[in-house]
């Protein structure tokens, strides 16, 4: 029922936004909202999460009730090569008493825990938040043969997963499942019947959660499969079990994997929902190469580009005053102060060779 009545909201609400926008000469559902590009300040050195040896991936903070800020992010060892996240990542765990750092390594919150458990070897792609008196941590997690290689192990990487780990404090224990909170579809024709990925979640206004994910088919040919598209879900608890809606979104014409990275929250002010997605290669806007584009949805299922789209391209402002241009700005998560966006995480390599990465804690300037 409460599913229904968001969908009959969203059904009367839309035509009204519509209305507005074509009056404000714009097609999208809002002639204002966020400007992220406005919003960005140069980074303090402190902001940039770094280790020697370890490839940094991923990123999202959270405060806890110790009013220490708890930040979680993909490691895997330098010595095994970039392409070794898909194989050897684990969810470790830093703390700092400041949301741009510096954090200090605590420990590993989702470690391996044998490749009989589907996500016995690897997890990936945290997205962390605190609801009620509980803390939760999507990710990603996958099993297979553990090797690590050159290229990428696609065994690995067709087993990934989406689950999910509950806890009292972000210090732990975390509570994981012996089962995907989203699984693959049985139906071989489904566009996630390959493997799910990289989960994105939030509270929905009449209650419970949605869930966006990236999904791949099996269309394409194996091992990648394809195309690679976005889905949505909704659950009533943190746990599941979850209601997909099979609906593909950020698609682009001739594009086989437009997009990924989805981050999302819903805002209670403008009465919708916010996504900050990666553009692959300038399929949604003017910007040519990467970006981080910004999207919104009345529903959650339905999403159609922000009046001001372009969060930002793949150029670092430090607050020393260098201006950097890096191959890699990616894994985009928002974290909120006292209900306001502070603070835009991002995992970052500077350049091709993927030498090394970090995540980058990126200060936001306070929104009216």
Known sequence: ???????????????????????????????????????????????????????????????????????????????????????????????????????????????????????????????????????????????????????????????QRIGVAVADSPNGPWTRLDRPVVDVSPDSAAPDALMTSNPAFCERPGGGYLILYKAVGKQGKAPFGGPVVHLTATADSLTGPITKQMRPTFTAPGAAFPAEDPCIWFDKSAHRYYAIVKDQNGHFTPQRGRSLILWESLDGFDWKLAAHPMVTTTDIRWADGRKQAVVYLERPQVFFENGKPAVLLCAVADDAKLAHSYNLQIPLCPVP
Not at 56 to 65: H, M, N, S
Not at 88 to 113: C, M, N, Q, W, Y
Request: overall charge positive; proline content about 6%; glycine content about 8%.
């Open 1 to 159: 029922m409460k599913h229904t009545l968001t969908l009959l909201t969203g059904l009367l609400l839309a035509p009204l936004v519509a209305l507005h926008a074509e009056a404000a000469g714009t097609n999208n559902l809002a002639s204002a909202g966020y400007d992220f590009a406005a919003m960005i300040q140069p980074v303090p050195l402190t902001a940039k999460f770094s280790d020697p040896d370890y490839y940094i991936w991923c990123g999202t903070l959270v405060k806890g009730d110790d009013a220490k800020y708890h930040l979680f992010y993909s490691r895997w060892p330098r010595k095994l090569g970039f392409q070794a996240w898909v194989t050897h990542s684990e969810i470790a765990h830093a703390v700092g008493d400041t949301p741009l750092g510096p954090f200090k390594h605590r420990d590993v919150a989702l470690p391996p825990r044998g490749k009989e458990f589907w996500d016995g070897l690897c997890t990936h792609n945290p997205s962390v938040n605190k609801f009620s008196d509980k803390y939760c941590l999507y990710y990603m997690g996958n099993t297979g043969d553990g090797v690590a290689m050159k290229g990428l192990n696609w065994t690995h990487r067709n087993n």
